[in-house]
């Protein structure tokens, strides 16, 4: 490797400048060749223990590094595929919805107000829906729309969409790409990021 290369150029010029003064040029020339091939072929010599050591402790070092790269990399591979199977079901259960599920007209009756921290640490209001629409038997349901806003505060008594899967009218939600493909559309881009980024750290070393 270029690194390893200049380095033990750069240590062996070193070594020759400090001992030329002190030892006759023979045998400095000796050592600054045992040095020098001692560090090329990475060989265990008495003549250099300092190396020797050196050369050992970058290798465990090299071979942990490469073991806690593919250790992380099999963690976010298999929480990648968790998510990514969540967004498949996720989007199975949405296409079948759409197919078979029961729409009716409903009303927003109210906004529920929750607060949450921000990027900046201030608190954010987040405006809801509360949204009232009467099932196909008859009977009256209420839900709380799960995505919220900061800027645009819904307005009460606006007429809606409601889809839900017939029978369980207690699970609607809007017949609109945020109340139905939002949440999926995340989880898909969550997984395959975390998929790509387990395969490149398990199998290529990051």
């Known amino acids: 490797m270029l690194w390893q290369k200049c380095s033990v150029k750069t240590l062996v010029r070193s070594l020759h400048h400090y001992l030329k003064p002190v030892l006759p040029n023979q045998i400095t020339m000796q050592c600054t060749g045992a040095l020098a091939h001692a560090c090329s072929e990475y060989t265990v010599n008495l003549s250099c223990p300092v190396i020797a050591g050196v050369i050992r402790k970058k290798r465990a070092s090299d071979f942990h590094h490469q073991h806690a790269l593919a250790a992380m990399g099999y963690y976010f591979l298999g929480f990648g595929l968790l998510v990514c199977g969540f967004a498949l079901w996720a989007i199975f259960n ?17 906004v529920d107000e929750q607060s949450r921290r921000g990027d900046s640490q201030h608190k954010k209001i987040y405006y809801h829906p509360v949204i009232e629409f009467t099932s196909e038997d008859g009977n009256p349901f209420q839900f ?27 699970k609607a939600t809007l017949n609109s790409f945020i109340g139905l493909w939002a949440g999926p559309l995340a989880a898909s881009i969550l997984g395959g990021g975390c998929v790509y980024g387990g395969v490149k750290f398990a199998f290529f070393g990051g």
């Open 94 to 110: 949405n296409l079948k919805l759409l197919l078979t599920g029961a729409r009716v007209q409903g009303v927003i009756v109210g």
């Open 144 to 170: 709380t729309f799960g995505s919220g806003s900061t800027q645009h505060r819904p307005a009460v008594g606006k007429s809606v969409t409601v889809i839900y899967q017939r029978g369980r009218p207690d």
